[in-house]
C-alpha cells in the first residue's frame, strides 16, 4: 500500500481515463463525458446495464448479454434505443480504439441506459429520449494464484429488494453488500434470503454435493448470470447432473464444493466460507474436480461462442 507522506495529498481519485466512450450518439474522450444532473439515473438510479465481456476483442455471448438487456429495458419500460446489431458496431469501434491505445488483450464492455432527462418526478413520464452510455475497459481477471488456491468468501443476509432479476444501475444494496466482504480481505459476500442462497455481491454462486451442480432457482430474487445457462450447457456436454432449486445455508455449508461465476470471475472456487474451509476430507479447503472440468469447458467456450 501506497501511504501518502506527512503534509501531502494523496493521489486520489485517479484520473479519469481517456479512452473512447459513446454518449447520446457521439464519441468522444471518457474524462469528457457530462450528462445532465436532472438525468433520471442519476436521481433515481432509473436504468439499467450490461457488462459484456470479449476476449481478444470478441465479445463472449453477446446475443445472450443483449436477450438480457432487453428484458431488463423491458421490466422497466424502456424502449431499447438500438438493435442489437446497431450495439454489435458499437461496441466493436469502442474496442477497436482501446485495443490501438493501450494494447488491452481482453476487454469489458459497459453499456448503461437511463429514462432519460426530466424534472424530478418519480412517475415514469412518457416520451423521454434515454440516456445511452457506452463505455470500454481493460478486464481484471483472477490471478492464476486464485484459481488454484480458490478465494475466500464470507456471507450475510440478502437485505436488496424483491426485484434482483433486474439489472438495474440501483447497486447502493451490491454496494453494501460487497463491502463487508472487502471489510475483511475477502473476494466476495455470499447471500441468504430466509435462510436460502440468493447469490453473492456481483456474482452467481453454485454449489456441487455428491456430483451436482446446483444453483438457485431463476425468479425474481436473483440476478440470471449469462453464465446461467453456460453452465448448465457445460455440465450437459460433461454428463454433470445439473439442478436448479432452493438452497438451504446447511447445504451450502455442506457442500463439496463452492463456485462463483461472473463475467470477470468466469467460474472461481471458492474454497473458505466465513473462515471455515469448504468441501471434506483430503480436498478440503482446495478448489474440486467439478470446478476444474467447467474451468477447462469454460475456456473451450470462449474461443466458439464469441462474435
Known amino acids: 500500500m501506497n501511504i501518502p507522506m506527512p503534509g501531502t495529498a494523496p493521489d486520489f481519485p485517479p484520473p479519469l481515463p481517456e479512452s473512447l466512450c459513446h454518449l447520446n450518439g457521439e464519441y468522444l474522450r471518457l474524462c469528457d463525458a457530462k450528462v445532465s444532473v436532472l438525468d433520471r439515473g442519476f436521481i433515481f438510479g432509473d436504468g439499467v446495464y450490461e457488462v459484456l465481456p470479449a476476449y481478444g476483442g470478441r465479445i463472449f455471448r453477446f446475443e445472450q448479454h443483449m436477450a438480457r438487456l432487453d428484458r431488463s429495458l423491458g421490466a422497466l419500460r424502456i424502449q431499447n434505443p438500438h438493435t442489437h446489431a446497431e450495439w454489435l458496431v458499437i461496441a466493436r469501434r469502442l474496442i477497436d480504439a482501446l485495443v490501438a491505445s493501450t494494447g488491452a488483450p481482453n476487454q469489458l464492455v459497459y453499456i448503461q441506459i437511463t429514462r432519460g432527462v426530466a424534472p424530478r418526478d418519480h412517475?415514469?413520464?412518457?416520451?423521454?429520449?434515454?440516456?445511452?452510455?457506452?463505455?470500454?475497459?481493460?478486464?481484471?481477471?483472477?490471478?492464476?494464484?486464485?484459481?488454484?488456491?480458490?478465494?475466500c468468501c464470507v456471507s450475510a443476509d440478502d437485505f436488496r429488494w424483491?426485484?434482483?432479476?433486474?439489472?438495474?444501475?440501483?447497486?447502493?444494496?451490491?454496494?453494501?453488500?460487497r463491502q463487508i466482504s472487502a471489510d475483511v480481505g475477502a473476494v466476495e459476500t455470499?447471500?441468504?434470503?430466509?435462510?436460502?442462497l440468493s447469490e453473492a455481491s456481483s456474482s452467481n454462486v453454485w454449489v456441487v454435493k455428491n456430483g451436482v451442480v446446483m444453483g438457485p432457482p431463476k425468479d425474481h430474487l436473483l440476478l440470471e448470470g449469462i453464465r446461467f445457462g453456460l453452465i448448465e450447457e457445460m455440465c450437459q456436454a460433461q454428463g454433470i447432473p445439473f439442478e436448479l432449486r432452493r438452497i438451504t445455508r446447511a447445504e451450502v455449508l455442506d457442500a463439496d464444493e463452492l463456485m462463483l461465476s461472473s463475467a470477470t470471475k468466469e467460474v472461481l472456487p471458492i474454497t473458505t466460507l466465513d473462515d471455515q474451509p469448504v468441501g471434506h476430507g483430503a480436498a478440503r479447503g482446495r478448489p474440486g474436480p467439478i470446478y476444474t472440468r467447467l474451468y477447462a469447458a469454460y475456456q473451450q467456450a470462449k474461443a466458439s461462442q464469441s462474435v
Open 190 to 196: 455470499v447471500m441468504f434470503r430466509s435462510g436460502n
Open 123 to 151: 412517475v415514469m413520464l412518457p416520451g423521454l429520449r434515454p440516456t445511452v452510455f457506452v463505455m470500454v475497459s481493460e478486464m481484471k481477471q483472477a490471478t492464476p494464484a486464485q484459481r488454484e488456491q480458490g478465494v
Open 162 to 177: 424483491q426485484m434482483a432479476h433486474i439489472k438495474t444501475t440501483s447497486l447502493l444494496a451490491a454496494v453494501m453488500a
